[in-house]
């Protein structure tokens, strides 16, 4: 069926660097994809999204990069601090509505 | 985005026992959704509330285990029936369409549920 999955569960970075965190998504008519940040003790917090007609968005220190050809979606932070630690979702739907999310990829930041 | 609350917040229930959780938006919505978080794993959709008609429930989820009230636009409820321990998880409502982009679903803050 369809599945929206992760390379990494966990990804540890020191503060200051950069970050990528990496989806894989099945469905080819996905039209629509975001990604979540989910603290502890916390709902998912949007973050940003991207449509499949393009190929790259930015937001504040965040970039998505999406490749259709392969089916895989990227999230970017630049200048990782402490607190952007937390459990990171991706999620993709179809002519919206019902959302399927990725497993979630732990983010930790080394001081 | 959108303010939502729900309550209560967390519980702690007896296996066999019900309980419903309520979702509260500040603004009126056409979209609300209800998910499910086991613990450490991702988010699984339960069903989607709609206003004025049943919920449509995802492959796994039955109304009888899960029932779902929309009485208006800006509130909807959530009841785990007759719960075991495998009921234990967060369950977060979302509602979309609030933001700039179209699709865009926010989320609660979650109700933590432990079935002892």
């Known amino acids: 069926g369809e599945s929206v999955g992760l390379h990494l569960p966990t990804l540890s970075v020191q503060e200051g660097d950069n970050s990528i965190i990496n989806c894989a998504y099945s469905?080819?008519?996905?039209?629509?994809f975001i990604w979540y940040k989910q603290e502890s003790g916390k709902g998912p917090q949007f973050i940003i999204d991207?449509?499949?007609?393009?190929d790259k968005r930015q937001g504040q220190r965040v970039t998505v990069l999406l490749n259709k050809t392969v089916k895989h979606l990227s999230l970017q932070i630049a200048a990782t601090q402490p607190g952007d630690s937390a459990v990171y979702f991706c999620?993709?739907?179809?002519?919206?509505?019902?959302?399927?999310f990725g497993q979630g990829t732990e983010l930790s930041v080394k001081p | 985005s959108a303010v939502i609350s729900q309550k209560p917040s967390r519980d702690i229930c007896q296996r066999g026992t019900s309980l419903t959780i309520q979702c509260q938006v500040d603004?009126?919505?056409?979209?609300m959704f209800w998910y499910r978080q086991q613990p450490g794993q991702s988010l699984t959709l339960i069903a989607t509330?709609?206003?004025?008609?049943?919920?449509?429930?995802e492959s796994g989820f039955v109304i009888d285990k899960f029932p779902i009230s929309r009485p208006n636009l800006t509130f909807s409820t959530l009841t785990v029936s007759n719960m075991s321990p495998e009921d234990s998880s967060i369950y977060l409502c979302?509602?979309?369409?609030?933001?700039?982009?179209?699709?865009?679903?926010?989320f609660g803050p979650g109700t933590r549920l432990t079935v002892t």
């Open positions: 979302s509602v979309e369409g609030v933001g700039t982009s179209h699709y865009e679903q926010y």
């Open positions: 469905n080819s008519a996905s039209d629509y």
């Open positions: 991207i449509r499949s007609n393009m």
């Open positions: 999620a993709e739907s179809s002519q919206g509505g019902k959302l399927i």
């Open positions: 603004s009126q919505v056409t979209m």
């Open positions: 509330a709609n206003q004025g008609s049943e919920a449509t429930y």
